[in-house]
């Protein structure tokens, strides 16, 4: 296999899987639900493409506010890690199901199937962001509760 061609690929896979590691930004084309979709499903694969990029995948989804509360961003880790929120990390499953919503926010029941199949309830809420700035009219998370522990699959 020539030089060029051997560096040619490997400059493709570079930046393919690049690409594919992309955080995604809040953005007003985004909607309430998407965001806990886009968080959860980041925290399901935690590690993926590389340590703790679910959390911090789920950070760029925290209302400002909750980032001031929970932040800095390695505070945050800890808190994911903890004993509190654990079963997010590497989850089997999760369902969403809408509560409430108006023009600004929504709240949500979420269940989820943890790695050692067991199943834990949350509240989740986000709001819109109405402040002036890059995140204005983004939905953003502004509350999730404790875990709910209910029970296990098996």
């Not at 980032?67 to 004993?83: N, V, W």
Request: glycine fraction near 6%; aromatic fraction near 12%; proline fraction near 6%.
């Amino acid at each position: 296999m020539p030089k060029i061609f051997k560096l040619s690929f490997i400059i493709f896979l570079v930046l393919f899987s690049h690409a594919k590691s992309e955080t995604i930004k809040p953005s007003i084309n985004i909607k309430p639900d998407q965001v806990i979709k886009i968080q959860l499903q980041g925290l399901m694969k935690n590690d993926s493409p590389y340590q703790d990029n679910g959390i911090e995948q789920t950070w760029e989804f925290a209302h400002p506010n909750n980032q001031r509360f929970t932040g800095p961003l390695s505070k945050f880790k800890e808190m994911i890690k903890g004993d509190s929120y654990n079963m997010l990390l590497n989850h089997i499953g999760h369902e969403i199901i809408e509560i409430y919503s108006d023009e600004n926010r929504a709240g949500y029941e979420v269940t989820v199937l943890s790695a050692d199949k067991r199943y834990f309830k949350f509240r989740w809420q986000v709001e819109k962001f109405l402040d002036i700035g890059p995140l204005k009219n983004c939905w953003l998370t502004t509350v999730v509760s404790q875990p709910i522990p209910l029970g296990s699959s098996t």
